[in-house]
């Protein structure tokens, strides 16, 4: 099996711009597609990102994605930071088998 | 636009069957995956397992021995048992949607907290 890594916490001023990161321990991350989830307390996750870069309708284009195969790593990017923006983010992905993987998440903090 | 609603009891006690349902509104159980997450408190996502339409499944390695998700065409629902529960199985439960191209959870249940404790 594989792992999705990610920072327990990053933390940013409204207005800034901040990157997220998920770095996969096996296999490509290009090879199987990657997703962003949004997790306000007491919510549901959303997403917020498919297929790598993808936005969903009604995401603001301020949220993108990207892949680094270097190292091997997806990165979640929110520019304009909004405090509505605080929240858990956790990267998900698959395997061959179709096993799938969550990242740890990441508690977004805007100060 | 549609709609996922866990259902079961809040409560089970340690080593017995944990039984939850998601009845699915506003969409068919054909064409996706249908698939349980739950979430320990104050921790992360961890990927339960999913049925298909035609009810095959893919279990999370780690509970595989103990997890049966099934699927019920004619009521638009699907279903998580686990057996021999601990208070390690305490969580908020989610079922979700997903679709199959991309293993994407792009619909989700409110969620439903199952306590294990005697």
């Known amino acids: 099996n594989f792992m999705l890594t990610q920072p327990h916490s990053v933390s940013e001023s409204p207005g800034k711009t901040v990157t997220i990161s998920c770095t996969r321990s096996?296999?490509?991350?290009?090879?199987?597609?990657v997703q962003w989830y949004q997790q306000r307390p007491g919510s549901a996750p959303t997403t917020v990102i498919y297929?790598?870069?993808?936005?969903p309708s009604g995401v603001p284009d301020r949220f993108s994605g990207s892949i680094d195969s270097s190292s091997n790593s997806a990165s979640l990017t929110i520019s304009g930071l909004k405090t509505e923006d605080e929240a858990d983010y956790y990267c998900?992905?698959?395997?061959?088998?179709?096993?799938?993987?969550f990242g740890g998440g990441t508690k977004l903090t805007v100060l | 636009q549609v709609q996922l609603q866990e259902s079961g009891p809040g409560l089970v006690k340690p080593s017995e069957t944990l039984s939850l349902t998601c009845t699915v509104s506003?969409?068919?159980?054909?064409?996706?995956?249908w698939s349980w997450i739950r979430q320990s408190p104050g921790k992360g996502l961890e990927w339960i397992g999913y049925?298909?339409?035609?009810?095959?499944?893919n279990y999370n390695p780690s509970l595989k021995s103990r997890i049966t998700i099934s699927l019920d065409r004619s009521k638009n629902r699907f279903s998580l048992r686990l057996t021999s529960v601990t208070a390690a199985d305490t969580a908020l439960y989610y079922c979700?949607?997903?679709?199959?191209?991309?293993?994407?959870?792009?619909?989700w249940g409110q969620g439903t907290l199952v306590t294990v404790s005697s």
């Open positions: 049925v298909s339409e035609y009810g095959t499944t």
């Open positions: 096996s296999g490509g991350i290009a090879s199987y597609f």
């Open positions: 297929e790598f870069k993808e936005r």
């Open positions: 506003a969409d068919s159980i054909m064409n996706y995956y």
């Open positions: 998900q992905s698959y395997d061959r088998t179709n096993q799938v993987i």
């Open positions: 979700s949607r997903v679709r199959t191209r991309q293993l994407l959870f792009d619909s």
